[in-house]
């Protein structure tokens, strides 16, 4: 069965600090891992996906096989990356999401 | 075009009563899924449709929960009986295929409230 641990409930940091939102997975089949967020007052939305392999916002996610995690990482916070991060590998046609992390930017 | 969209945005009922929850998916997206967000819960999967049918209702909680979907659209869910461990918010979500590697495009959710 696919699970996902995002250990840290609340993650708070000063803006222009590096941030790492960590997940880690446990998971058999083809590890696709997407991160989803959910900034106040919006829409559940994909950020990115590992397959993809692309930057988002200034934010990059690179699967680990030997550590099994798939950590959101941005090297400068900024106060608008202040939201509700979900980490998600794919289940047999749903998502299985995290319990998410609460990113908090402080000027 | 137009995103997911749900009514009510909020609802609130007293307990016992029988609730439904809407949502519209995008135009053209065959599956379409249902989620609980409650504090400190995170996302919880309900059930997934692939057209009319429903392949996964194995995160429906109770037998108090229903869901059905007509002409590969529009979704209800019926509570019935709610209970206050109900209240939550429901997200509707709706993708191009089943697979799940599809991105899922989530509506604005129905905050219920059981008093």
């Known amino acids: 069965a696919q699970r996902v641990t995002q250990p840290e409930k609340l993650l708070s940091v000063f803006k222009g600090a590096p941030v790492e939102l960590k997940c880690n997975y446990s998971?058999?089949?083809?590890?696709?891992l997407f991160w989803y967020v959910q900034y106040s007052r919006q829409r559940l939305q994909l950020l990115l996906r590992?397959?993809s392999r692309e930057s988002i916002k200034g934010f990059t996610a690179d699967l680990n096989k030997g550590e099994t995690s798939f950590h959101l990482k941005k090297p400068f916070a900024q106060e608008e990356d202040s939201a509700m991060y979900y980490c998600?590998?794919?289940?047999?046609?749903?998502?299985?999401f995290g319990t998410g992390t609460r990113l908090l930017v402080s000027p | 075009g137009a995103g997911v969209s749900q009514s009510p945005s909020n609802k609130v009922t007293e307990k016992g009563k029988d609730v439904e929850l809407r949502c519209d998916p995008i135009?053209?997206?065959?599956?379409l899924y249902w989620y609980r967000q409650s504090l400190g819960q995170g996302l919880e999967f309900l059930i997934y449709?692939?057209?009319?049918?429903?392949?996964?209702k194995s995160g429906l909680p109770s037998d108090r929960f229903s869901a059905e979907r007509t002409g590969g659209s529009v979704s209800t869910l019926t509570i019935q009986r709610t209970q206050q461990e109900d209240s939550a918010v429901y997200l509707c979500?709706?993708?191009?295929?089943?697979?799940?590697?599809?991105?899922?495009?989530f509506g604005p959710g129905t905050r219920l409230t059981v008093l």
């Open positions: 979500a709706s993708s191009l295929g089943r697979s799940s590697y599809n991105e899922q495009f």
């Open positions: 998971y058999s089949g083809s590890p696709e």
């Open positions: 590992h397959i």
């Open positions: 998600a590998p794919p289940g047999f046609q749903k998502l299985v």
């Open positions: 135009s053209g997206h065959t599956a």
């Open positions: 449709f692939q057209g009319n049918s429903a392949p996964d």
